[in-house]
């Protein structure tokens, strides 16, 4: 049966790889690339690039890239441009694990950890459930959630406390009450503006474990306004943008 790899490489720094990470890789015969259009494809496609040529130098394997479809918007007909959009996806799979040899070894090479806001595993059950015949295995990788955590030097939660990990889109639908240790992803829009007047406070962190790494923090009162310049001024001068941040009761 084909065998696929799907690894976490850490969010930005190669250094963050795992050695099973690096095991996993030079056991591949073919990576597979689906990526969307748009602003930081270049770097991300740059950063698993940079990630191969540690792991794997000889470069003894080949590549199959493909673009994503775009994921509908809200609105009217949401759920049936979801259908279509996940059987899309589906089918970009199929077409590229038709790549591999019966023999052969494939991997998926994910940012941060599979388990985080990555559709990946998610399509290969889909496939697998079609009677699509693939053995998958997931390699764990450091998430841009650990990282934000050790750059800033912090523990994601205090003693007894939760934790929750969230979207921009339903931050900004949540009761300020409701946040007392909130991780944010997938924003870039300064969504953290709505909660300015609270006692918040703001661990924030962009690009995190790349070159360009900008790591700001205090209470929200006096760093919201800071942290949105910054996003628009860095997003302005490297054409993209990605963060994450967490916010945290004093
Ligand atoms: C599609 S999710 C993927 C998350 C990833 N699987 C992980 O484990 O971190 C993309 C979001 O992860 C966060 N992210 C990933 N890498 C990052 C980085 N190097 N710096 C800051 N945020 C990052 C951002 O919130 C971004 O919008």
Known sequence: MKKVYVIGIGAGDPSDLTLRAIEAMRAVDVFFFMDKDGAGKENLIAFRQEVLTRAVPEASYRSVHATSPERPKDGRDYEKGIDWWRGERRRIFREMLSELGPEETGGFLIIGDPALYDGTTQI????????FEIDFEVVTGITSLQTLAARHRIPLNRIGEEITVTTARLLAETEPEK??????????RATFLHFKETDLYIYWGAYLGMEEEILIAGPLKEKADEIAETIETSRAR???IMDAYLLRRP
């Not at 290969?124 to 009677?131: I, M, S, T, V």
């Not at 946040?179 to 870039?188: A, E, H, K, R, Y």
Request: glycine share 14%.
């Open 124 to 131: 290969l059950h889909e496939l697998a459930a079609e009677g």
């Open 238 to 240: 490297q054409g993209w």
């Open 179 to 188: 946040i007392s240790n909130t991780l944010v992803m997938l924003d870039g």
